[in-house]
């Protein structure tokens, strides 16, 4: 693991989730850039003093040189690093498991793509909410066709926990987050923004064409976007409306998708993920419980435990690095399998959806055509 020390939220949540279904072993890491706290971070993990690092890139080549080196390595860093980090680990022959946004530049992103290519290499990207059972339950339905043809796709993100300027204060995960340099040109559009641009792609099957984007600075003095509203073309002429937010006051972590069709429509919330609301035209409100009758394949496989047992952020988490293990795998016996883990292309595209979106919105809230 590159990053993810001590105080870091993110690097715990990636630790847990790779462990919960024993298909990797935490062997070493470079969990900080500060020198004592990465070897305090190494001692409570228990690691080996050895395989403790004070770089990256000397982790690299020195995992790459051993018998029992890594096989995969996972970037939990601020956006601004995850560029020479993953280039680091591909030169060397080990996979990637990075977190999202991509990288911090769309420029960047390209490069660690065509590096992906021409090392054959599994290059993970952690949209962490497309894991969740009644999310992939939503996406079979469609691919079912139970939906008929798409109309409109709503999607919100909405966080209360940047609604005054904290970053003021120190706060380690706003100082990044706010900050041009080590998060990019996107504030909330990149941090949870992407994560609700993803899921609208994944649940549907449909790709975004054209945005028209307004962002707002609404927290005096900060440089980066802390509130988002996009109206967005899919292909097959669905139409979309996106608004995220970290300055919804009293918000936690309002993620919710919402999908219309001719013949009925799904609701899926975060904050209540064990269910999914389908509404038949013409019939009653359904609500489809995880692991309960009437669930289909793709929600089964992600499911652990009976229905009535919540299960939530971790163990969706878990099902990115379960899926990633399988493709590994894969690609050590030079095999495929059918896979739903979010690649290095779905990165690119989280890159270009900031990127549109910024230049549209400082032109003025014009329409663009997706990436251009």
């Not at 949209?127 to 079912?144: C, K």
């Not at 054209?210 to 002429?237: F, P, Q």
């Not at 919710?256 to 919330?269: D, L, N, P």
């Amino acid at each position: 693991m590159v990053g993810g020390g001590k105080g870091s939220f993110i690097g715990e949540v990636h630790r847990m989730a790779a462990r919960l279904d024993d298909r990797y072993e935490l062997l070493a890491g470079a969990l900080s850039s500060d020198a004592n706290t990465a070897k305090e971070s190494a001692l409570s993990l228990n690691l080996d003093k050895k395989r403790s690092y004070s770089s990256f890139d000397t982790m690299a080549e020195v995992e790459a040189s051993l018998e029992d080196g890594i096989e995969a390595v996972a970037i939990v860093t601020p956006n601004h690093l995850h560029a020479q980090v993953a280039e680091a680990f591909l030169n060397n022959g080990i996979h990637v498991i990075c977190d999202k946004p991509l990288t911090s530049s769309l420029a960047d992103a390209e490069g660690l793509a065509s590096i992906v290519k021409d090392t054959g290499l599994v290059f993970a990207v952690t949209y962490n909410y497309s894991g969740y059972p009644m999310v992939r339950q939503a996406r079979e339905m469609i691919q079912n066709g139970d939906l008929g043809e798409l109309r409109v796709i709503q999607i919100e993100y909405a966080q209360g926990w940047l609604a005054t300027d904290i970053e003021k204060t120190g706060h380690k995960q706003a100082l990044w987050r706010t900050n041009p340099a080590k998060a990019g040109i996107g504030g909330a559009i990149g941090d949870i923004g992407t994560h609700a641009f993803h899921l609208s792609e994944f649940v549907t099957g449909l790709q975004v064409k054209d945005l028209l984007a307004d962002l707002d600075s609404m927290v005096s003095g900060r440089e980066l976007d802390d509130n988002a509203n996009i109206l967005m073309k899919y292909t097959n002429d669905v139409k979309g409306m996106l608004w995220v937010s970290q300055i919804a006051t009293g918000k936690e972590n309002g993620l919710k998708i919402r999908v219309f069709g001719t013949k009925a429509g799904i609701e899926w919330s975060q904050e209540n993920p064990n269910f999914l609301e389908f509404s038949p035209l013409g019939e009653s409100l359904r609500t489809l419980s995880r692991g309960g009758p009437s669930i289909g394949s793709l929600a089964g496989e992600a499911t652990r435990i009976p229905s009535g047992h919540p299960e939530g952020f971790i163990e969706g988490f878990a099902n990115i690095y379960s899926d990633t293990a399988d493709l590994i795998m894969a690609h050590r016996s030079n095999s495929k399998t059918n896979s739903l883990v979010p690649t290095i292309n779905d990165g690119i595209r989280g890159m270009q959806f900031i990127e549109t979106a910024v230049k549209s919105s400082t032109s003025g809230g014009v329409w663009l055509s997706f990436g251009s």
